[in-house]
């Protein structure tokens, strides 16, 4: 056996990784941004908080959860410039803590994004494709493109769209990060114009000039010369209690269901190995700054759309649309590029807002299947799964087989989003999957400057306040928010999971099988002559 010998064997699988550092600063400010998706958040994913959630507020939910959001990011940032490698999560947490935990805790984060990849691919045509189509066909007055919108929202239709999406996503990512960033990038200006422009029309547009041209765009499909009152009516009297004022109790729940969306900021340490100035604090900086701009993006947004269209106005449609739909009417849910489109009318702005809205779509698809990717490959490249997984293509540097396998996975999740469960309750269930790894990443941060010392003190992650490193701070935040995110998430229904003993027992099964399979990886490498105790005490080089 090679520990016999004496000798410290060669354990890792090369020398170098393959990848290339071609990510920029505001490349990863993007990506950062994208988990929580602004325009598609405040599109579909907010408005029913209101109504679930009686005098709960939005904006102070919102406040809380950036704070949280911002420790959370700090953990993550604060290691993975102290390890800038690719699955930087997996790498300090296997170095810092232990490597089954950490192999537990990174097949668990694969699971969630390939969960996510699955929905989102069915937001292809769910979010994207079908109320694009819906929206223009409603405020054009041409009923043929809202049949089309149907037509397309069901299998098979929305099944091939989707498959098409993952076909695209995956080739975007084979092509090199460099193009896949120059692919966000283009995108993600494309959907921002589009909300800057439904703010725009938001803030030139006074509450009466909404209502007047809501009422004479609802009356064919309502019958109700003023539909904007009798939506807040007919809400009240379907059970909708709108209390017009805030309490605490309230707004507590809505925290984490705010963060469902809005706790990734830190999702870029999945390719640290191929960020620019990654063992600088640019990295760190790039999660901060991510979660600044997006909940900045949301409470402007928030704002302007109550001031313009009516919080109890948004709560009332959004709930008779779920509750009450032959109440409600419109052949189009109450989302904010339809509500925003009217205001002007015509063909050409409805148009506009409908195709830049559609770049929501891909931009916040293809990052659910880059995490998994890069763990897989950094689990190949630390021998702890097959080494043929991490070979990098020489012309792109990407890792081609790793990418195969992660698009096969996310049609089966996909499968699973179409044929069976719903949307709320794969979101918390990813949800959940990721309190569970920011939990186990806090008590990362939380020890590392203790167990690794001289590692901490030799990184641009040794920031101290008051004498306690910041990344111990951070850490002990990131705890107690994930144990009271997961505790929400389990324990009000209002979530959208119905049944939590189940979520509970999935997310930590699949931690359980990451744990024995380092076990089962490491014996198996142990009779080849590779002892993965030696690599676990490096860092991968780059």
Same mark, same amino acid.
């Given at each position: 056996?090679?520990?016999?010998?004496?000798?410290?064997?060669?354990?890792?699988?090369?020398?170098?990784?393959?990848?290339?550092?071609?990510?920029?600063?505001?490349?990863?400010?993007?990506?950062?941004?994208?988990?929580?998706? $602004?325009?598609?958040?405040?599109?579909?994913?907010?408005?029913?908080? $209101? @109504?679930?959630?009686? /005098?709960?507020?939005?904006?102070?939910?919102?406040?809380?959860?950036?704070?949280?959001?911002?420790?959370?990011?700090?953990?993550?940032?604060?290691?993975?410039?102290?390890?800038?490698?690719?699955?930087?999560?997996?790498?300090?947490?296997?170095? %810092?803590?232990?490597?089954?935990?950490?192999?537990?805790? &990174?097949?668990?984060?694969?699971?969630?994004?390939?969960?996510?990849?699955?929905?989102?691919?069915?937001?292809?045509?769910?979010?994207?494709?079908? $109320?694009?189509?819906?929206?223009?066909?409603?405020?054009?007055?041409?009923?043929?493109?809202?049949?089309?919108?149907?037509?397309?929202?069901?299998?098979?239709?929305?099944?091939?769209? /989707?498959?098409?999406?993952?076909?695209?996503?995956?080739?975007?990512?084979?092509?090199?990060?460099?193009?896949?960033?120059?692919?966000?990038?283009?995108?993600?200006?494309?959907?921002?114009?589009?909300?800057?422009?439904?703010? %725009?029309?938001?803030?030139?547009?006074?509450?009466?000039?909404?209502?007047?041209?809501?009422?004479?765009?609802?009356?064919?499909?309502?019958?109700?010369?003023?539909?904007?009152?009798?939506? #807040?009516?007919?809400?009240?009297?379907?059970?909708?209690?709108?209390?017009? &004022?805030?309490?605490?109790?309230?707004?507590?729940? *809505?925290?984490?269901?705010?963060?469902?969306? @809005?706790?990734?900021?830190?999702?870029?340490?999945?390719?640290?190995?191929?960020?620019?100035?990654?063992?600088?604090?640019?990295?760190?900086?790039?999660?901060?700054?991510?979660?600044? #701009?997006?909940?900045?993006?949301?409470?402007?947004?928030?704002?302007?759309?109550?001031?313009?269209?009516?919080?109890?106005?948004?709560?009332?449609?959004?709930?008779?649309?779920?509750? +009450?739909?032959?109440?409600?009417?419109?052949?189009?849910?109450?989302?904010?590029?339809?509500?925003?489109?009217?205001?002007?009318?015509?063909?050409?702005?409805?148009?506009?807002?409908?195709?830049?809205?559609?770049?929501?779509?891909?931009?916040?698809?293809?990052?659910?299947? *880059?995490? $998994?990717?890069?763990?897989?490959?950094?689990?190949?490249?630390?021998?702890?799964?097959?080494?043929?997984?991490?070979?990098?293509?020489?012309?792109?540097?990407?890792?081609?087989?790793?990418?195969?396998?992660?698009?096969?996975?996310? *049609?089966?999740?996909?499968?699973?989003?179409?044929?069976?469960?719903?949307?709320?309750?794969?979101?918390?269930?990813?949800?959940?999957?990721?309190?569970?790894?920011?939990?186990?990443?806090?008590?990362?941060?939380?020890?590392?400057?203790?167990?690794?010392?001289?590692?901490?003190?030799?990184?641009?992650?040794?920031?101290?306040?008051?004498?306690?490193?910041?990344?111990?701070?951070?850490?002990?935040?990131? *705890?107690? +928010?994930?144990?009271?995110?997961?505790?929400?998430?389990?324990?009000?229904?209002?979530?959208?999971?119905?049944?939590?003993?189940?979520?509970?027992?999935?997310?930590?099964?699949?931690?359980?099988?990451?744990?024995?399979?380092?076990?089962?990886?490491?014996?198996?490498?142990?009779?080849?002559?590779?002892?993965?105790?030696?690599?676990?005490?490096?860092?991968?080089?780059?």
């Amino acid at each position: 056996m090679a520990e016999k010998s004496g000798k410290k064997p060669t354990t890792f699988l090369r020398d170098a990784t393959g990848l290339v550092r071609e990510v920029g600063f505001w490349d990863a400010v993007v990506y950062n941004i994208l988990p929580l998706a $602004p325009g598609v958040c405040l599109a579909w994913y907010v408005f029913w908080i $209101p @109504g679930t959630f009686p /005098g709960a507020s939005l904006v102070w939910a919102m406040v809380a959860a950036c704070i949280f959001a911002l420790f959370i990011a700090s953990s993550f940032g604060l290691l993975s410039m102290a390890m800038p490698r690719t699955a930087a999560d997996y790498v300090a947490m296997s170095r %810092v803590l232990h490597p089954a935990v950490a192999l537990g805790s &990174s097949l668990v984060l694969t699971f969630s994004s390939l969960l996510s990849a699955g929905y989102w691919t069915l937001a292809w045509t769910t979010a994207a494709i079908t $109320p694009a189509l819906s929206v223009v066909g409603a405020t054009t007055g041409n009923p043929g493109l809202v049949e089309l919108a149907g037509s397309l929202a069901v299998p098979p239709w929305n099944f091939l769209i /989707g498959l098409l999406g993952i076909g695209l996503s995956c080739l975007m990512i084979a092509l090199g990060m460099r193009r896949l960033m120059l692919f966000q990038n283009i995108l993600f200006i494309v959907a921002m114009i589009g909300l800057v422009a439904m703010g %725009v029309i938001l803030l030139v547009t006074p509450q009466s000039a909404f209502i007047a041209r809501f009422n004479s765009f609802a009356q064919p499909f309502t019958g109700q010369a003023d539909s904007y009152h009798f939506y #807040i009516q007919e809400a009240a009297a379907q059970g909708l209690e709108y209390r017009g &004022s805030y309490d605490l109790g309230a707004t507590i729940p *809505v925290i984490p269901a705010i963060m469902a969306f @809005g706790m990734w900021t830190w999702w870029s340490v999945a390719f640290s190995g191929e960020i620019k100035g990654a063992a600088t604090r640019r990295q760190w900086y790039s999660t901060l700054w991510a979660a600044v #701009i997006q909940y900045a993006i949301l409470i402007v947004m928030v704002l302007l759309i109550f001031n313009t269209i009516g919080e109890q106005f948004i709560s009332s449609a959004n709930y008779l649309s779920a509750v +009450a739909p032959d109440k409600y009417g419109l052949p189009v849910s109450p989302m904010l590029p339809l509500l925003a489109g009217i205001i002007p009318g015509g063909l050409a702005i409805p148009w506009f807002i409908a195709i830049t809205f559609i770049a929501w779509t891909p931009l916040v698809h293809f990052i659910q299947i *880059v995490q $998994p990717i890069k763990a897989i490959f950094a689990w190949s490249f630390d021998r702890v799964v097959p080494e043929k997984i991490s070979e990098v293509n020489e012309r792109t540097h990407s890792p081609l087989i790793a990418i195969i396998i992660c698009g096969i996975i996310s *049609v089966g999740f996909f499968v699973w989003s179409v044929w069976g469960a719903g949307f709320f309750a794969l979101l918390i269930l990813a949800g959940l999957a990721g309190a569970v790894v920011m939990f186990l990443m806090g008590l990362t941060a939380i020890v590392f400057p203790y167990v690794k010392p001289e590692l901490y003190k030799g990184s641009p992650a040794m920031i101290e306040v008051a004498g306690i490193p910041l990344c111990t701070i951070a850490g002990i935040v990131t *705890v107690v +928010a994930e144990l009271f995110v997961a505790y929400i998430y389990v324990t009000d229904s209002r979530l959208g999971m119905t049944d939590p003993i189940q979520g509970l027992a999935l997310t930590f099964g699949i931690l359980l099988v990451g744990i024995i399979g380092y076990y089962i990886s490491r014996a198996i490498r142990a009779r080849q002559g590779i002892n993965l105790d030696y690599l676990f005490k490096e860092i991968p080089p780059e």
